[in-house]
């Protein structure tokens, strides 16, 4: 069984620029979320995408959007970069909507 | 609405002495509970999780939760802690066995002394 892959793991942008990050679903999962995770914080959830719809989201600013593709796959876009957006992406996917969600290792973004 | 209190930021424990980490919680419907753990630089491993079915809930490495409606609480133990088990734990909380939403803790940092 293949758990949830994401890419890059580290990345390094400047303010304002756009970045995409990267998630491969855990085998036979059709539910995707995302979520930030400031340093020293618990993760904050940014959207979930079930079978290709955005399902539902969180106080975040239309500048984070998000893609999922027929195979479950997942693309989070971030545009307009601001210092505060340096945290740990997590992508976690699941069965339908049912909990539990599996979590990949996350993509580490620094704003300079 | 979800919410999660977890009550330490940070618990220090001796190695082969119990583990307490303490939750509670607070939701208008029926809760799905949940406790992850993340070690350095890494993502979420799921430990536990509680929904709706016994109230004791037992999960990996020999942690185990009890759910206690009447106070809302949700406290992961384990017997006897293990240097591998230092990590930061996050309690989490969401509707019923479904739902868009994952409500975390501001997580506990677990130090396990040698």
């Known amino acids: 069984e293949t758990g949830v892959t994401q890419s890059p793991t580290h990345l390094i942008k400047t303010r304002g620029q756009q970045v995409t990050l990267r998630c491969s679903s855990q085998?036979?999962?059709?539910?995707v979320s995302w979520y930030q995770q400031a340093l020293g914080q618990g993760p904050q959830f940014i959207f979930q995408?079930?079978?290709?719809?955005?399902?539902g989201r969180g106080n975040f600013p239309p500048r984070f959007s998000g893609l999922q593709f027929p195979n479950y796959s997942s693309e989070l876009n971030v545009n307009a970069l601001e210092l505060d957006d340096s945290a740990l992406y997590l992508c976690?996917?699941?069965?339908?909507?049912?909990?539990?969600?599996?979590f990949g290792d996350g993509t580490r973004l620094s704003i300079l | 609405a979800q919410s999660v209190t977890q009550l330490d930021s940070h618990v220090s424990v001796s190695e082969g002495t119990p583990v307490l980490l303490r939750c509670n919680y607070s939701?208008?419907?029926?809760?799905?509970l949940f406790w992850y753990v993340q070690h350095p630089n890494k993502g979420l491993q799921l430990l536990l999780k509680y929904t709706s079915a016994a109230t004791l809930v037992k999960g990996i490495n020999g942690f185990e939760a009890e759910f206690k409606k009447s106070e809302t609480s949700f406290h992961l133990t384990k017997p006897s802690a293990h240097m591998s088990d230092a990590a930061e734990y996050f309690c989490?909380?969401?509707?019923?066995?479904?739902?868009?939403?994952?409500?975390f803790g501001t997580g506990t940092s677990l130090t396990v002394i040698p």
């Open positions: 085998s036979g999962h059709n539910t």
């Open positions: 976690a996917s699941s069965f339908r909507l049912m909990w539990p969600q599996h």
């Open positions: 995408y079930y079978r290709e719809e955005e399902n």
């Open positions: 989490v909380v969401s509707e019923g066995n479904t739902g868009n939403q994952f409500y």
């Open positions: 939701s208008s419907y029926s809760p799905s």
